[in-house]
């Protein structure tokens, strides 16, 4: 977005704290991203986050990072017009925690708040870094497993994992696998996928626009199990042929989606978005459909600081959200660990996508 | 859509010309293509699937046989059942192509989104589409990707008829039975929003025609609470 006078913007500093990264963004109304700092909670192989845990964690680094973003950013508390924090999805404990610091940083300043839904935070995050109006969306994350696009002023959910998300299942697989937590589980499946030669044939699980995940995980769990340390197989092969499998389910219902409301555009949010295979892949659909997967780049990169958790996304779609009229009462700032991607009424967008042609049959078009 | 993508392979190309057929697709769905084509003097349709080239090819390839073989079998089976599916002309393996009866008409999606469905047309559909599917179920059929896409309502009488079976796998489990139905909801919510009236519709049909309801809907229920229950985190 083109600079623009920054005395006539406004300026909100959000707070994400839903699972274990806590991040603390400032964002200005014309999009610009003026700090976004972020730190992960980290287990030990074997093992994963814990809600007190993380909790904890994030009470312990929430203030500092908020000195960070500020700093970061060259303005001070006064220069907020408001504060946003994340009111769910997520896991309680954390929640909870950095929305106690956000209510207190706006009671002591004076400001208001704004609740804002985690996963219409990544997609808007999403438009804004991309520049894409109106994209199918795939929303993969450690939580969350959906296919979205915009109808009827709400983001509504096509298609979904019906048992456990892919980042999830990432992460079991990888503890199976002894693979470090560090940086993050599914990196570290990814980089041994790239070294994978052998495929082994699991389940595949597409029901319509929607995925069944825990089946894939169960046989490749087991298959470890029964099969690695007998020099037939590695974790490599493991790691890549379940890879390829999800990520080609993933694909799929992204396209059958795309094909069902007539979309060309697409687009990943979610820190699974960063794995580069799943990008490669998206975006070859992308291209023989004839459309695009949108990014940073022109091949449909993204990248860690906006695919995976952070606050600027929070404060970004807050201040949509402020700027549309709405605010949350300070008595009403409490969180959800439920709070689905279509509950939220979207004011801000007309009521059909912008970009979307007529609907009809594809060979018309 | 990009001409290039869309051409048809040598071989369908030299066949649909045998065949009196269109060169242009009347539509590319997520995997396959359809053309229009003549066989013996009959209006078929021909759906090819292509290759898919994200995907692992040996992964693509048994997926592609297997959803071919799926697709033709089903729509033989549904007939029998007395479900309103195209009727299959001719198989094609090796091109991965069916070659069915033309049904002519238009997705049920473009119907309600004409604007000119009334309360009654829906409840017409509901009860049809209600129908079918239990009678699929109840032949141990799940349809696997049950969308306003893949059902057309046909211009002579306007009735719903079912396409698309390429998903299609036989099972009498009640949680496959459930998905399906679940995988249905979602197509209609998130895709008519304003419509819903007609799920409503398809369960009561549902109901009244399946001798397994009660152990489906009961499933049903479970499979759609499991998905408001999701924690969600991340
Ligand atoms: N028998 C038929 N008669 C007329 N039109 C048809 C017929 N079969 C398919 N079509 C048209 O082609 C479109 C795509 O067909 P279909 O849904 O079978 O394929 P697809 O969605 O690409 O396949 P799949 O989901 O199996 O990969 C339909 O929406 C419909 O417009
Ligand atoms: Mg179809």
């Known amino acids: 977005m083109a600079p623009s006078d920054e005395r006539a913007c406004t300026r909100a500093l959000g707070l994400e704290g839903s699972a274990n990264k806590i991040g603390v963004g400032v964002v200005r109304s014309d999009g610009t991203i003026e700090s976004n700092p972020r730190e992960t909670y980290v287990t030990p192989p074997g093992s994963g986050f814990l809600p007190n845990d993380t909790a904890r964690h994030h009470r312990a680094r929430v203030v500092d990072l908020v000195r960070k973003a500020l700093r970061e950013a060259g303005v001070t508390m006064g220069e907020i017009d408001v504060v946003a924090y994340t009111r769910g999805p997520g896991m309680g404990a954390p929640l909870t925690a950095v929305a ?8 002591l300043y004076d400001k208001p708040m704004v609740g804002v839904n985690h996963c219409v935070a990544h997609i808007e995050m999403g438009r804004l870094v991309t520049g894409c109006d109106d994209p199918v969306i795939l929303y ?18 096509f298609g979904e994992t019906i048992d456990i998300a892919v980042g999830n299942m990432l992460d079991r697989f990888a503890r199976v696998c002894g693979l470090s937590n560090d940086p993050a589980p599914g990196y570290n499946i990814e980089q041994e996928a790239k070294k994978g030669k052998k495929f082994v044939e699991g389940p595949y699980g597409v029901k319509g626009m929607d995925v069944n995940l825990s089946g894939i995980l169960t046989f490749y769990k087991t298959y470890a199990e029964e099969n690695l340390g007998k020099g037939e197989v590695t974790v490599a092969d493991l790691c890549f042929s379940m890879q390829e499998t999800v990520f080609s389910m993933l694909v799929e219902i992204t396209e059958r989606a795309m094909a069902h409301v007539n979309a060309k555009d697409v687009m990943i949010v979610g820190g699974v978005g960063c794995n ?33 958790d952070n606050g600027a996304m929070i404060a970004h779609t807050g201040l949509i959200q402020y700027l549309n009229g709405e605010t949350t009462p300070i008595e009403e700032t409490e969180c959800t660990q439920r709070f689905r991607t279509d509950e939220v009424l979207v004011t801000w967008r007309d009521k059909a996508g912008t970009k979307r042609t007529a609907e009809g049959s594809p060979a018309a078009s | 859509m990009t001409t290039e993508t869309c051409a048809p392979t040598p071989a369908l190309l030299a066949l649909l010309r045998a065949c009196d057929g269109s060169i242009e697709p009347r539509s590319q769905g997520a995997e396959a293509r359809v053309y229009d084509v003549q066989l013996s003097g009959v209006e078929c349709v021909a759906k090819q699937r292509f290759a898919k080239t994200y995907r692992l090819r040996e992964l693509d390839e048994r997926l592609t046989r297997s959803r071919l073989s799926a697709e033709a079998r089903t729509m033989v089976r549904a007939r029998k059942l007395g479900v309103l599916a195209p009727h299959v002309v001719h198989v094609d393996a090796k091109e991965s192509c069916v070659y069915m009866e033309r049904i002519r008409g238009c997705a049920l999606k473009e119907a309600l989104r004409s604007g000119e469905t009334t309360r009654e047309d829906l409840r017409r559909f509901g009860e049809e589409i209600g129908v079918a599917v239990a ?27 079912v396409i698309d079976f390429g998903l299609s796998y036989p099972s009498k489990l009640p949680e496959d039975k459930g998905v399906d139905l679940y995988v249905l909801e979602r197509a209609i919510t998130a895709a008519h929003p304003s419509q819903t009236v007609l799920f409503d519709d398809i369960l009561a049909a549902y109901k009244k025609t399946s001798q397994m309801w009660c152990s489906t809907l009961n499933r049903f229920a479970e499979v759609r609470a499991r998905g408001r229950k999701r924690s969600m985190v991340g």
């Open chain 1, 276 to 308: 580069l295979r799943l990008q490669e892949m998206m975006a070859i659909m992308a291209r023989e459909r004839g459309g695009k997967l949108y990014g940073l780049d022109e091949n449909g990169r993204m990248d860690d600081r906006f695919c995976i």
């Open chain 1, 100 to 107: 106690a610091c956000a209510r207190t940083l706006a009671g």
């Open chain 2, 135 to 161: 009678k699929l179920h109840d032949g141990g059929i799940i349809h696997g990707d049950l969308t306003t896409s893949n059902l057309m309502v046909r211009d002579e009488d306007g009735r719903v008829v």
């Open chain 1, 140 to 157: 993969a994350s450690g939580g969350n497993t959906q296919v979205i696009a915009y109808n009827e002023r709400r983001y509504r959910i």
